[in-house]
């Protein structure tokens, strides 16, 4: 079954993370992966616009089917794979919604991420302005407020959708930990900190790691003051 | 009469004719019974389910649109204004700290977003139309071009909303020049699936969540000018889908209202 399966990647890429984090909780060790380089603009190679054609990663393939997007890819993988490994959708209805509303929030979370550590990666540079960078610093300030929040309401040794790990932390946590490798606070944000401190230890997300965070423990520190 | 008095004393009636609404819901009856003809007002006991909406707003669009095809009609559900600021009420602020809509609510549930609320829908009520198909390679085309959706429905609104959205001191010609090509090139990406796809929905034979967000899009790319003649198959996407009962039935008032759209992509 992972036999069957391709991923192309790219280092620290939160949506490649995900997929990662998917595959290893349904115990799909094994799968034939492709670590590419953005910097050299693999992402724009041949081999993935076969796969994709908005040349983007992660790219990943299943037999005859072909999943890009992160979220469609951890979706396909916990229904074709439901009885493997953890289950990742709880069955309650309580935590099922709670998990869907984080998962989906997590985008504008992750969005709100690169509006400010790549604000100079997707704005040609007439069109920068100050004023806009602080409106998105202020605005991921804001967005950490409420997931903070929203750890705090669900108490200590929680995962975002309740007592159990599920695809909301499988997509936000990748987020999370790129906050931190980019210096966020842990004093300003004690409980997302622990929420990460708790995690990164669980057996799917040290297999899946970003190479490069284990070969450059330091980090960048362009959060340093959010 | 008295409500409380047991079942077999009731006065008979019989039921001259039924008066249903738009939706053809059955809400009133014309009974005659042994004196009289009276018309009885059925109330549809609230089913705990609420939306909060705007009108025209494709997230907003999107839910009503599953919530139709699960034969969960008779919701509650309360239209809001955008231009009056309501998104940021009291009311919507209470489920939805965001102050964003749709807000929408199951029993103690609440689901702020439009996807999160689609497919909390579909998993929960196995009722109405299955909305992810079974095989296996329709169902990771389903869930594959759903999430494309997202990326469509983004570059439409920076093009549609770049005023709104762009505070006036940071816009650019050249921003909105380079949106208006993404979303062409966006577009024929979209007119490419749609001649391949092996059946008239967009992930294949069967109409899915899929269909339920990117129609809302396809839609509103119309109401702002769209050409139909550029883009055929996408034009016989919207043309077939626009009839689909769910899709009627949940049509934004306004647009029925005013039918006349705008022209800001005329010229995509």
């Given at each position: ?92 209805p309580?935590?099922?919604a709670?998990?869907?509303q ?125 | ?43 549809i006991k609230p089913w705990p389910r609420t939306v909060l909406w705007g009108?025209?707003?494709?997230p907003c669009?999107?839910i009503m649109?599953v919530l139709e095809?699960k034969?969960l009609q008779g919701y509650n559900q309360k239209l809001l ?5 309501e998104h940021?009420s009291k009311e919507v602020m209470d489920m939805n700290?965001?102050?964003q809509l749709p807000s929408f609510k199951h029993k103690n549930y609440v689901l702020n977003d439009s996807?999160a609320a689609c497919?909390y829908l579909?998993?929960q009520f ?124 949940s ?18």
């Amino acid at each position: 079954m992972a036999k069957d399966m391709t991923l192309l990647w790219g280092s620290g890429s939160p949506p490649c993370w995900r997929v990662m984090i998917a595959l290893e909780e349904k115990n799909l060790q094994g799968y034939n992966q492709k670590l590419l380089s953005f910097e050299k603009m693999e992402h724009k190679s041949q081999q993935v616009l076969d796969i994709n054609a908005r040349g983007q990663l992660p790219s990943f393939q299943h037999g005859d089917v072909i999943v890009n997007e992160s979220y469609a890819a951890c979706f396909y993988l916990e229904s074709q794979f439901k009885s493997e490994g953890n289950k990742l959708i709880p069955d309650s209805p309580a935590e099922q919604a709670l998990m869907y509303q984080r998962m989906f929030e997590g985008l504008s979370f992750y969005e709100k991420l690169n509006a400010v550590l790549y604000y100079d990666w997707y704005v040609p540079e007439g069109e920068r302005h100050d004023s806009a960078l602080k409106r998105n610093r202020e605005a991921l300030s804001a967005e950490l407020k409420l997931w903070e929040g929203y750890l705090q309401k669900l108490g200590p040794t929680s995962h975002l959708a309740g007592t159990c790990f599920s695809l909301a932390d499988v997509t936000v946590f990748p987020t999370v930990a790129t906050l931190f490798r980019f210096g966020l606070p842990a004093e300003r944000y004690p409980i997302l900190a622990e929420y990460y401190a708790l995690l990164k230890e669980r057996p799917s997300i040290k297999a899946s790691w970003p190479p490069h965070w284990l070969e450059n423990p330091k980090g960048q520190d362009s959060l340093q003051d959010i | 009469m008295d409500s409380s008095a047991p079942r077999g004393s009731w006065p008979l009636g019989k039921v001259l004719k039924v008066f249903p609404d738009k939706r053809g819901l059955v809400r009133s009856v014309k009974l005659q019974t042994k004196t009289n003809i009276i018309v009885l007002q059925l109330t549809i006991k609230p089913w705990p389910r609420t939306v909060l909406w705007g009108a025209g707003s494709t997230p907003c669009w999107r839910i009503m649109i599953v919530l139709e095809e699960k034969n969960l009609q008779g919701y509650n559900q309360k239209l809001l204004s955008f231009e009056k600021g309501e998104h940021k009420s009291k009311e919507v602020m209470d489920m939805n700290p965001r102050g964003q809509l749709p807000s929408f609510k199951h029993k103690n549930y609440v689901l702020n977003d439009s996807y999160a609320a689609c497919m909390y829908l579909e998993s929960q009520f196995s009722q109405g139309k299955k909305l992810i198909p079974d095989c296996p390679a329709e169902q990771a085309l389903m869930y594959q071009r759903m999430f494309e959706c997202l990326d469509f429905h983004q570059k439409m609104a920076i093009v549609i909303y770049y005023n709104w959205m762009v505070p006036e001191a940071e816009r650019h010609d050249s921003a909105v020049k380079r949106n208006r090509e993404d979303l062409s090139a966006e577009i024929k990406l979209w007119e490419g699936y749609l001649q391949k796809a092996s059946g008239s929905f967009v992930a294949g034979k069967n109409f899915s969540l899929a269909d339920v967000v990117f129609f809302p899009s396809v839609a509103y790319l119309y109401r702002f000018g769209f050409c139909e003649e550029r883009y055929p198959n996408l034009a016989a996407y919207y043309n077939s889908l626009k009839d689909r009962p769910s899709i009627k039935a949940s049509w934004p008032p306004t647009w029925l209202e005013n039918p006349q759209g705008q022209d800001l992509l005329k010229d995509l």
